[in-house]
């Protein structure tokens, strides 16, 4: 059974290993540091207790 949700983010050309932005609280969640027109990787990752369960596939969004 699931526990929560961990949302990870990469912004393509800056970081190069995934960023945890923390986790969703509901069915959304706001994500704040990035700046207009910036590439950014999500990847939605459930857990646990017994730990991760397998992402989810990788969306592109561009910042508006």
């Known amino acids: 059974r699931m526990t929560g ?3 990870l983010t990469k912004r ?11 986790t969703v609280d509901g069915l959304e969640k706001t994500l704040e540091g990035f700046t207009a027109g910036q ?3 999500v990847q939605a990752v459930p857990y646990n207790e017994a730990g991760d369960g397998p ?3 990788v ?5 508006l």
């Open 5 to 7: 949700t961990r949302l």
């Open 55 to 57: 992402g989810s596939p």
């Open 39 to 41: 590439v950014v990787e």
């Open 59 to 63: 969306r592109t969004a561009t910042v």
């Open 12 to 22: 393509q050309g800056i970081d190069a290993d995934w960023v945890n932005a923390g």
